[in-house]
Each structure stands twice: as C-alpha cells, then as structure tokens.
C-alpha cells in the first residue's frame, strides 16, 4: 500500500541467504511432488486429469507473483537468488511457481471436491478459507524469518513482520478457483478439461485484484 511521505521502495541491499534458501527450497517442494504423484495416480488408475491440471494451474499463477509484490510491497532479493524467472524487475525465486502449484493449485483441487459433495453448504465455505488462512502462515512465517523475503513499506495488520492481509487474500483464491471449476463441471469434459489450467491462474489473479488491490 503506497502512502505518501513513507518508505515505499525494497531494500536494495538485501542479500539471499544460501544455506536457508536450499531449506525453504525442499521444504516447499516435498508437498508438490506429493500432489504431483496423486496427480499421476489419478490418471493411471481413474483416467482423471484434474490433479495434474490444478497442479499446473497453480504454477502458472505464479506468473502473477511479480504484479502482486510490486502493488503489495514484497521482495525477494536479487543477489544470491536462484532465479525461476524476472519481471516487472522483480526476481522470483525457483521455489515459487512449485509451492504455487501446490498452494493455489492443490488447494484448490481440495476445494472443488470439497463443493462437488452435496453436504457441502455455505456455512462450510469460511471453515474452508479459515484452514487456507493458517496453511498460509505456516508456510510464510518460516522463510520470512530466514531473510527469504520481506515485506516493506507501510503494510496493514502486521504481526511478527507479516501483513495478515496477504494470506486473507492467498486464503481465498483457491476458494475461488474451486467454486468457479464446481460451476463449470459439466463441460470438464476431454480437451475442456484443459480449461481447469487457465481458469485456476486467473482465479488468483482475479482474487488479488478484487480483495489486494493497493488503496
């Protein structure tokens, strides 16, 4: 959030720390391999692809990652970082786009079957987001206190240098994903089920324009 008159530029001299970076980077990759394997186990035995396309849905998302650190003042240093990819002049680490592909993506595969059983009612749905909400903190608070990432310049809601109105965001857009999938069942059929790749990565995309969207 920019306000005027306060620091709103990343610290330039902040370094990657290496031992901590090989950490988080297995860390964050043990719950992927785990959904990428259900992923490849549902298609063997169920012919079903819709893991696997979550799965890749969600690491698409991670597209977005550059956008969303530039209008919510997040930054993962340049030196020292194994870089996955660069824009917006915002380097983004290799974790990144696998712990997407199990956090919007998995999470939301977790959900769309969650609303595909019919006891499933709308009183259900901030449960749902609340167990989103804290599966966000442990997997942010960890790197954060490494020196992964930070967070700069003026941020709401702050509790041990996280800003809570991230992961209430993170926290829903997988839920978004899951319920405009859940709509759109009936056509998930063949080719069509490719769609589930493009719809969980804009699902985020729309979540933090709608909900994170700088004042």
């Given at each position: 959030?920019?306000?005027?008159?306060?620091?709103?530029?990343p610290?330039?001299d902040m370094?990657m720390?290496?031992?901590e970076?090989?950490?988080?980077?297995?860390a964050?990759?043990?719950p992927?391999?785990?959904?990428f394997?259900?992923?490849?186990r549902?298609?063997?035995?169920h012919h079903d692809p819709?893991?696997l396309?979550?799965?890749?849905?969600?690491c698409l998302?991670?597209a977005?990652e550059?956008?969303v650190?530039?209008?919510?003042?997040?930054f993962?240093?340049?030196?020292?970082?194994?870089?996955a990819f660069?824009?917006?002049?915002?380097?983004?680490?290799?974790f990144v786009?696998?712990?997407?592909?199990?956090?919007v993506?998995g999470?939301?595969?977790?959900?769309?079957n969650?609303?595909?059983?019919?006891k499933t009612?709308?009183?259900?749905?901030?449960?749902?987001?609340?167990k989103?909400?804290?599966?966000?903190?442990?997997l942010?608070?960890?790197?954060?206190y490494l020196?992964?990432?930070?967070?700069?310049g003026?941020?709401?809601?702050?509790?041990?240098a996280?800003p809570?109105?991230?992961p209430a965001?993170?926290a829903?857009s997988?839920?978004?994903?899951?319920?405009?999938?859940?709509?759109?069942?009936?056509?998930?059929?063949?080719?069509?089920?490719?769609?589930i790749?493009?719809?969980?990565?804009?699902a985020?995309a729309l979540?933090?324009?709608?909900f994170?969207a700088p004042a």
């Amino acid at each position: 959030m920019f306000v005027p008159n306060t620091t709103s530029r990343p610290p330039a001299d902040m370094l990657m720390p290496q031992t901590e970076q090989l950490i988080i980077t297995i860390a964050t990759q043990i719950p992927f391999i785990v959904f990428f394997f259900l992923g490849l186990r549902n298609l063997a035995i169920h012919h079903d692809p819709k893991a696997l396309l979550f799965g890749l849905g969600g690491c698409l998302a991670s597209a977005f990652e550059p956008v969303v650190d530039v209008l919510g003042f997040c930054f993962f240093p340049r030196e020292g970082s194994w870089i996955a990819f660069e824009m917006l002049g915002r380097p983004i680490p290799v974790f990144v786009p696998a712990t997407y592909g199990w956090f919007v993506g998995g999470m939301g595969y977790w959900f769309y079957n969650v609303f595909q059983d019919r006891k499933t009612t709308a009183k259900d749905v901030p449960v749902l987001w609340f167990k989103a909400f804290v599966i966000n903190l442990v997997l942010e608070y960890p790197p954060l206190y490494l020196g992964i990432y930070t967070y700069y310049g003026y941020q709401p809601l702050v509790i041990g240098a996280f800003p809570l109105w991230f992961p209430a965001v993170n926290a829903a857009s997988p839920i978004v994903a899951g319920t405009i999938l859940n709509l759109i069942t009936p056509h998930l059929k063949g080719k069509m089920n490719f769609t589930i790749v493009t719809t969980v990565a804009t699902a985020y995309a729309l979540t933090n324009a709608a909900f994170g969207a700088p004042a």
